[in-house]
């Protein structure tokens, strides 16, 4: 079936400091894949998204590259900001929804 | 902007209560999904719709929870009887499924369900 594992947090990073999330898949066929950000008291709003491999989703400074040869969509940002604390979800698209257990980021000034 | 909207934002009750929770779709949505999100097992898939239909509801507690779709621009969660264990923020979702592909997934604002 339709899985996505990604990296267990907390992370806790300093402003400016470069970020990665890992995330891989288990899926049949050709998945989309996403991530997702989760802000305090809100619901999930979709922050970038890959379609067909080796795609690279990109916003707000935050990049993640379709690997199939990995199964991987890791998300990464060269320098994060303290308004980038959330929670990251990656989520992939096979038929139906498949969201990994998030990642809980906090940027220290 | 579309927007899926979930009624109510926030509902306190108390233990054995029937609770019920709705979701406007985005207009034109097929797919309809519930969730459930507490900070012990993240985001749970309960169930979802397509085409007003029941495709998975194994992520659900059958013996208290029940999900339907009354008409397409409605969707419904309900817990009968509730219990403290319950408590958390309920998502709906919606897309518009095509060719195996899910096109416009959006979130709602969530349920704040809380069972004293």
């Known amino acids: 079936g339709n899985s996505v594992t990604q990296m267990e947090g907390p992370v806790t990073l300093s402003e400016e400091a470069f970020l990665t999330i890992n995330c891989t898949y288990t899926a049949t066929g050709y998945p989309s894949l996403f991530w997702y950000v989760q802000y305090p008291g809100e619901g999930l709003q979709l922050l970038l998204k890959a379609t067909k491999a080796d795609d690279k989703g990109s916003n707000k400074g935050f990049e993640a590259t379709y690997r199939k040869e990995t199964t991987s969509f890791h998300l990464e940002k060269g320098s994060v900001q303290v308004s980038d604390s959330a929670v990251y979800f990656c989520a992939l698209n096979n038929n139906d929804m498949r969201f990994g257990a998030g990642t809980r980021l906090t940027v220290k000034p | 902007d579309a927007r899926v909207t979930q009624t109510p934002r926030d509902k306190v009750t108390e233990m054995g209560q029937e609770v019920t929770m709705r979701c406007q779709p985005i207009?034109?949505?097929?797919?309809v999904f519930w969730y459930r999100q507490t900070m012990m097992q993240g985001l749970e898939l309960l169930a979802y719709f397509r085409n007003r239909a029941p495709l998975d509801d194994s992520g659900m507690p059958k013996d208290r929870f029940s999900a339907e779709m009354p008409d397409a621009t409605l969707a419904t969660l309900k817990i009968q009887p509730s219990e403290p264990r319950d408590s958390a923020v309920y998502f709906c979702a919606s897309g518009r499924h095509r060719e195996g592909q899910l096109y416009g997934y959006t979130f709602g604002s969530g349920t704040r369900l809380t069972v004293v």
């Open positions: 207009l034109g949505h097929n797919t």
